[in-house]
């Protein structure tokens, strides 16, 4: 085939479905849902998930590339599944309908693209709400009834056969589902008003009317459940409650007076005197009245006062509407908006001691109120109002002698919350004082009640000190260690991260303050991250895939989340670790570590940005740390745009600035750890310089001598500069950064040296 003849076959076929579209587009659209490609396109991804989760399971580990695709073939699996499941879901296109489209794509697009379309299940149309519901009394009215009556203008202009062959139509029209609904009015009223009547009819005693309520229940639970579309449930109600209409009139006792009640004997209820009352010779009473079994008991025969109360509405005050708010808020198991994610023992446990303690109402109620302004902006002022009730409330509480450390506690953590949603900057201080409110209990030994709460305190504890300088983790930090089953030194026992201890990241916070000093120590926890952070990446993996599965509880997507923060800090550690390391080991295996701890930090960024914005509040944290230690600048750009874009999930975060002044804080330690270190080098680099310099200007005087005695003694300055350039600095083998941090040190002395010092000045600025 020439390539005109191509061009033209294009063109023809562009013409064809230009126009197929707009002549279709008139008329109701019909889609093929290529069932068996939708299939095929499953099971070879079901196949590849079974063969990479056999890799896994036989290695017993994830490499990243495995955990990529793993990731993506599942989103893809997912996705076909779900659009299988939508395109069975529309209506079926049957018959001639079916027929005539397969015949009509034929005749556009040519025949041979189309002969393996089966016409009973492979088009599909959207949903019509303006047709009729049908059930199995519609489709036999539809069979019975005269083909002029059933069928629809849509049926008879779609369906043209199945009309002249007298088919049942598609659609129910509008006379047979009046006629439908008259048939069930009529027969739900039969079913009740036959059996009462059974029921009345003279000569009936108790046996019969339970033989008639026996017979007329059958007879209307099969109806409801062959003839109607009812469900399970539907039907036990609709059965259970046509019963209890019926038993009523079981109870219904005859119309006998009460002495032949009494005596149990046939009353013939002849008016006005029956005919064994007469021939008795008494009076004949309640003849021809009817009495209600199921009602007698609650009637009272001498009108006697009821003493029964009428249902009140149960008493409720501040308190427990603040009760009813926090329950119904921590009943939100969507993790994008789980309350717990600011503290998972804390919070649910307020909800038991609302009512003990003033200030502790008051940081609820403002804790409540902000969560539910998200939702409803209108409660913001509100929200605004019971929050600075809270801080009020919370300075006396902090002061109170009398208040319980506990309780101190508890409300400082609720403000936390509170101040997360009104300024994001200033929450580091609530961090701070619980803290200190830490150290003080377990100082004064008041740890009982915060013995559920020990490990979260005394990651708080560290985190502080890693943020304030001035915050010391002491002697008591190991006490409360002691408690929580992490004493020194820590013994490995299976299932357990030593990385993640709350020990080894006090000792990293202690160890960072004077890192030259403790090197070893520091090389020593960076290996153990390193051999733990696979295992860690392994029970993600597991998480993930259970937390994707379409039945996945809320507990499995927490359980997936808390990985990943326990993923989140052990990459921070590294990268800080890792920048601390370089600075005395120029090892470049170091700067592949941190690249790939940069790589694994993003990928860990993008299978939390589901779960934003309380699921995924610890990315920006981790985020942090990671972009302060990469100082080389790999991929910094995309780390400062995924802190920007988290600063709007909450008030007042500022994530890239205190990034920056976290790599600030570490040029400024790697600066106080090596002054020495380039003071000496410096001043052996200035002294063997001096030493050069000065035989040079001996060589070079006598040189001048020899050539020009009236020449006077002046060493080039250009000369002696480039010999220093060259030889000062490959000598020393110092960055720029620290020569300019010598003169800082060495102003004055350079001023005074001679014209060589100067030189040397020169070359370090």
């Excluded at 997912?78 to 209506?91: F, K, Q, S, V």
């Excluded at 570590?593 to 694994?600: F, K, T």
């Amino acid at each position: 085939m020439t390539e005109d003849q191509s061009d033209k076959d294009d063109e023809s076929y562009g013409e064809h479905l230009f126009r197929y579209t707009f002549d279709e587009g008139r008329q109701e659209p019909r889609f093929l849902i290529f069932r068996g490609l939708q299939l095929m396109n499953i099971y070879n991804m079901q196949n590849d998930l079974a063969k990479l989760k056999h890799d896994i399971m036989t290695t017993k580990t994830a490499q990243p590339q495995q955990t990529e695709s793993l990731t993506k073939t599942l989103h893809n699996y997912t996705n076909a599944i779900r659009d299988y499941e939508y395109l069975t879901r529309l209506t079926p296109i049957t018959g001639s309908q079916a027929r005539r489209g397969r015949l009509d794509l034929e005749r556009v697009f040519g025949d041979e693209s189309y002969q393996f379309i089966d016409e009973g299940t492979g088009y599909r149309r959207f949903d019509d709400p303006s047709l009729l519901p049908t059930d199995n009394l519609r489709e036999v009215l539809k069979r019975r009834l005269p083909r002029s009556m059933t069928y629809t203008s849509y049926d008879i202009r779609n369906r043209t056969e199945e009309y002249f062959n007298n088919e049942p139509p598609e659609q129910v029209s509008p006379l047979v589902d009046r006629l439908a609904r008259f048939l069930v009015a009529f027969l739900g009223g039969a079913m009740l008003v036959v059996p009462m009547m059974v029921m009345r009819l003279p000569e009936v005693t108790v046996v019969k009317s339970l033989v008639t309520v026996s017979i007329s229940v059958l007879a209307f639970a099969g109806a409801l459940s062959v003839f109607f579309k009812a469900s399970n449930t539907d039907t036990m109600v609709a059965t259970a409650t046509y019963a209890a209409v019926l038993v009523v009139f079981v109870g219904v006792s005859g119309l006998g007076c009460d002495g032949c009640r009494r005596q149990k004997k046939r009353c013939d209820q002849a008016k006005p005197t029956c005919g064994r009352c007469r021939r008795v010779g008494i009076s004949c009473v309640g003849n021809g009245v009817k009495r209600w079994k199921f009602h007698s008991s609650f009637q009272s025969e001498n009108n006697e006062q009821n003493l029964t109360s009428s249902p009140r509405r149960s008493p409720s005050n501040a308190q427990t509407r603040i009760s009813s708010s926090l329950v119904h808020i921590l009943q939100t198991e969507d993790c994008r908006f789980d309350i717990r994610a600011f503290g998972g023992k804390l919070i649910p446990e307020l909800v038991a001691q609302i009512g003990y303690n003033a200030a502790l109402d008051s940081c609820v109620a403002a804790m409540v109120t902000l969560y539910r302004s998200h939702q409803c902006p209108s409660l913001r002022v509100e929200g605004l109002t019971h929050y600075g009730d809270a801080l009020a409330a919370t300075r006396k509480a902090i002061i109170d002698p009398k208040e319980s450390i506990m309780m101190k506690m508890q409300v400082v953590s609720v403000m936390f919350v509170c101040h997360y949603w009104i300024d994001r900057k200033s929450v580091e201080q609530h961090r701070e004082i619980i803290s200190v409110l830490f150290r003080e209990a377990v100082l004064k030994k008041q740890l009982d009640d915060l013995e559920p709460y020990m490990v979260g305190l005394t990651q708080l504890a560290v985190m502080a000190s890693f943020l304030n300088p001035q915050f010391e983790l002491g002697p008591w930090f190991w006490e409360a260690c002691e408690m929580i089953g992490t004493p020194r030194p820590v013994k490995y026992h299976q299932g357990s991260f030593i990385s993640l201890e709350s020990g080894t990241l006090a000792e990293v916070s202690i160890f960072m303050r004077s890192p030259k000093k403790h090197i070893h120590q520091l090389q020593c926890i960076y290996s153990v991250i390193q051999f733990e952070m696979p295992k860690v990446r392994r029970l993600i993996s597991l998480a993930t895939m259970a937390a994707a599965a379409p039945n996945a509880q809320a507990m499995s997507k927490r359980v997936c989340s808390s990985y990943r923060f326990a993923y989140a800090i052990l990459l921070a550690m590294t990268a800080v670790i890792n920048h601390t390391l370089q600075i005395w080991d120029k090892n470049l295996d170091l700067v592949g570590y941190v690249h790939d701890c940069v790589d694994e930090s993003i990928a860990l960024v993008q299978q939390c940005e589901n779960a934003r914005p309380y699921g995924a509040m610890f990315v920006p944290e981790f985020l942090t740390m990671v972009y302060a230690a990469a100082t080389d600048g790999y991929r910094n750009d995309e780390m400062a745009s995924i802190l920007l874009d988290y600063e709007s999930d909450c008030i007042g975060a500022d994530y890239l600035g205190h990034a920056l002044s976290v790599r600030e804080r570490l040029y400024a330690m790697e600066m106080r750890e090596t002054v020495e270190e380039i003071k000496t080098g410096l001043d052996a680099g200035v002294e063997a310089g001096t030493q050069i310099t000065t035989e040079v200007e001996q060589d070079y005087q006598a040189v001048t001598r020899h050539v020009n005695p009236h020449h006077s003694p002046v060493c080039p300055l250009s000369c002696t500069t480039d010999f220093l350039t060259a030889e000062t600095r490959g000598l020393l083998a110092i960055p720029e950064i620290h020569l300019e941090l010598y003169v800082y040190f060495n102003t004055e002395r350079l001023r005074d040296m001679p014209v060589i010092s100067s030189t040397v000045a020169i070359c370090i600025i």
